[in-house]
């Protein structure tokens, strides 16, 4: 089994940062591209950012300049720093990671979301 362990959101005012941690763990040999996808009530979800294992990243327009996605590939561990927020960028954040197991190949896999509010 896989799991993916969110941590980081919260509560900021705007123009406020926060940085999202995600690590992915269990029965993991390799993870190919990890990302940051956002929800928020009555909409599709969204992504927000991509990393590929080897860093070429990707990002949406809304996000570009603010928001930036990292990794460390020997933590398995991705991140998002997230700066100049504001009130649109309230949201349900999940991390999304497609993951290579021993004995059962790759799957994508979501975390289990963390709320972001930006409000003052």
């Known amino acids: 089994q896989v799991q993916l362990v969110e941590s980081g959101g919260g509560l900021v005012q705007p123009g406020g940062s926060l940085r999202l941690s995600c690590a992915p763990s269990?029965?993991?040999?390799?993870?190919?591209?990890m990302g940051w996808y956002r929800q928020v009530p009555g909409k599709q979800r969204e992504l927000v950012a991509a990393i590929t294992r080897d860093g070429s990243t990707n990002y949406a327009d809304s996000v570009k300049g603010r928001f930036a996605i990292s990794r460390d590939n020997a933590k398995n561990t991705v991140y998002l720093q997230m700066n100049s927020l504001k009130p649109e960028d309230t949201a349900v954040y999940y991390c999304?990671?497609?993951?290579?197991?021993?004995?059962?190949?790759?799957?994508?896999?979501w975390g289990q979301g963390t709320q972001v509010t930006v409000s003052s």
């Open positions: 269990g029965n993991i040999f390799n993870i190919n591209t």
């Open positions: 999304n990671a497609d993951i290579g197991s021993y004995g059962l190949g790759y799957h994508n896999y």
